[in-house]
C-alpha cells in the first residue's frame, strides 16, 4: 500500500521510466511492479543489454534484470554486463515464481508442443517428463513470447505466469508446475547510482586477482577479519584473457559501514580489481 501511495505520488512530479525484460506478462514485469509501484512508466525491452544501453544513455531512469534463480543459477548475461557497464545497483527484488501451463488445447493429450524460456522449462522439467514426455520443448527468449506463440497454435502450450494467460486469452490447463515450491528469481535494479544506508543492506562488488596459490583466499580474507557475512560468490570470464576469471561477489552490509569501507579499503590492495557494483537494501519477499 506504501509503495503504490509513494509511486502514485512520485508520479505527479514526474512519472519515472524503467526498462524491464519484456514484452508484457514477464516475470520482470511484475517485479518492476512489485518495486516500483503502478504508477510508474514500464518499459519493455528485447534483450538485458538494451536495458542497460537505455538507462546509460539516461532514456530510462531505472532498469529492472534478471540476475539469479534459487532453481536454476545465475542469469550469466546480467553478470557479464556489469564488467563493461558504469551502472551501479540500486535495489533488488525477489520474486517467488509460480508457472502454469496455458494453452488453447482442450486437454493435455492434444498439447504436441511446450514454450518457454529455458531456465523455465528447466525449472518445470520433472513435471513435463510426467506428465507431457512426448511433447517437443522449443526455448523462446521470454515466457511472454512463449504465450504469444501458444496463442496462436491449437496444439501447443506455454511454461508462464498467470498474467501471461490473462493477456493472451489462454485457458490454464495446470496450475504451479515448478518442480522446487520455493522457487524464487532475484532480480536487480540498475541505475546511475546506488542506494543510501538503509540498516539492513547488500554491497555487491566485482573482483579479481592474479592467477597464484592463495589469490583468492586473499581477496576474501578481509571479509572475515572484518566480521562480515557473504552471501554469494559467482565467477565469470573475465574476456580479457583465456582462462582469466573475475569474482562477483555479495556481502551484508553498506559500503558507508565501518566495516564494509574498511574492508574494501584492504581489498584495493589485495585485488588485481576492486570495482563495487553497489550498496542497496537487503529484498523483502
Keep these: 500500500l506504501f509503495r503504490e501511495i509513494m509511486s502514485a505520488c512520485l508520479a505527479l512530479e514526474k512519472p519515472l521510466k524503467v526498462g524491464y525484460l519484456g514484452p508484457e506478462g514477464t516475470f520482470t514485469q511484475a517485479a518492476t511492479l512489485k518495486h516500483f509501484g503502478h504508477s510508474v512508466h514500464a518499459q519493455p525491452f528485447g534483450a538485458i543489454g538494451d536495458i542497460f544501453r537505455e538507462v546509460e544513455a539516461g532514456a530510462c531512469d531505472y532498469g529492472v534484470v534478471p540476475v539469479e534463480n534459487s532453481t536454476e543459477g545465475v542469469v550469466n548475461h546480467t553478470l557479464d554486463m556489469f564488467i563493461r557497464s558504469p551502472l551501479l545497483i540500486a535495489g533488488e527484488v525477489t520474486l517467488r515464481i509460480h508457472h502454469h501451463l496455458l494453452t488453447r488445447a482442450s486437454d493435455l493429450a492434444a498439447v504436441r508442443r511446450v514454450y518457454s524460456h529455458q531456465q ?3 525449472q518445470c522439467r520433472g513435471w513435463l517428463d510426467r506428465y507431457l514426455p512426448n511433447a517437443e520443448r522449443i526455448a523462446v527468449s521470454t515466457n511472454a513470447d512463449a504465450a504469444k506463440l501458444a496463442a496462436s497454435e491449437t496444439d501447443a502450450a506455454a511454461v508462464a505466469s498467470e498474467a501471461a494467460a490473462e493477456l493472451y ?4 490447463l495446470a496450475q504451479r508446475i515448478e518442480d ?4 524464487t528469481t532475484r532480480f536487480l535494479v540498475i541505475g546511475p547510482q546506488d542506494a543510501p544506508p538503509s540498516g539492513r543492506d547488500k554491497t555487491s562488488m566485482l573482483l579479481s586477482c592474479r592467477n597464484e596459490a592463495g589469490g583468492l583466499h586473499r581477496l576474501l580474507t578481509p571479509f572475515a577479519e572484518q566480521g562480515i557475512s557473504m552471501t554469494r560468490i559467482e565467477s ?5 584473457g583465456v582462462w582469466d576469471y573475475v569474482f562477483f561477489v555479495d556481502v551484508c552490509g553498506h559500503r ?13 590492495r589485495a585485488a588485481n580489481l576492486c570495482k563495487v557494483l553497489g550498496s542497496y537494501p537487503e529484498a523483502v519477499l
Design 120 to 122: 523455465s522449462l528447466a
Design 169 to 172: 486469452a489462454l485457458q490454464v
Design 180 to 183: 522446487e515450491p520455493g522457487n
Design 236 to 240: 565469470r570470464p573475465s574476456r580479457q
Design 256 to 268: 558507508q559501514s565501518p566495516a564494509v569501507a574498511k574492508a574494501l579499503e584492504d581489498l584495493k
